[in-house]
């Protein structure tokens, strides 16, 4: 796609896979960047960052680049995440949003800090999960930023992904506590 699609911030360029690989749909990406759009510039309250995050688009031949349409989903999902976070300090003070934002951050601490291997619900042996191994790595990652401060960015959790693994985590747990770790370090930025 040469001419650009449209993202809550501006016009960005998203290209076209070829037509034997597959991508988003266009017609689907560009209907909820359009949708994005119009909330950013109305000034839509509530948690618009959180349905950025979660969109999910159906895949097609030809379809648009999938690493292009994540990122711009991840700069849209920032404005977003940004005007909340500017709106909920005005609604409720800089204390009891950072007050907010601690508590939040102590539950995953205490998540993410488990032993290795018990720190989610796992699947049935007969089903495919998450690797154990590989999301301990990334929550171990993710706890070190929350307790010492090492750093993570949003843009490496929401690259996470994890080999499947009989008798692995539970995959909707696991998304879950990363989304809302994206959220919390949103929060704080």
Do not use: C, K
């Not at 597959?22 to 209907?31: E, L, M």
């Not at 690493?67 to 909920?88: I, K, Q, S, T, Y």
């Not at 996470?160 to 990363?178: I, M, N, S, T, W």
Request: charged share 30%.
């Amino acid at each position: 796609m040469s001419a650009g699609t449209s993202s809550a911030v501006g016009r960005t360029p998203v290209s076209r896979v070829s037509r034997r690989r597959r991508g988003y749909d266009p017609v689907a990406v560009d209907d909820f960047l359009a949708d994005a759009r119009a909330a950013f510039e109305s000034g839509t309250e509530g948690s618009l960052s959180e349905a950025v995050r979660t969109a999910a688009f159906p895949l097609v031949r030809g379809g648009y680049d999938i690493a292009g349409v994540d990122a711009v989903l991840a700069r849209v999902e920032d404005a977003f995440a940004m005007r909340e976070r500017d709106a909920r300090i005005r609604e409720e003070g800089a204390d009891a949003w950072v007050a907010e934002a601690r508590a939040e951050a102590q539950v995953l601490l205490a998540r993410m800090t488990r032993p290795r291997r018990e720190r989610f619900d796992r699947v049935s042996w007969f089903r495919s999960g998450y690797s154990t191994a590989e999301v301990d790595v990334v929550t171990s990652r993710v706890a070190r930023y929350f307790s010492d401060g090492d750093p993570v960015t949003p843009d490496q959790l929401r690259a996470a992904a994890f080999h499947p693994q009989r008798g692995g985590y539970r995959e909707e747990q696991v998304d879950a506590v990363l989304d809302a770790a994206v959220r919390v370090i949103l929060a704080v930025r």
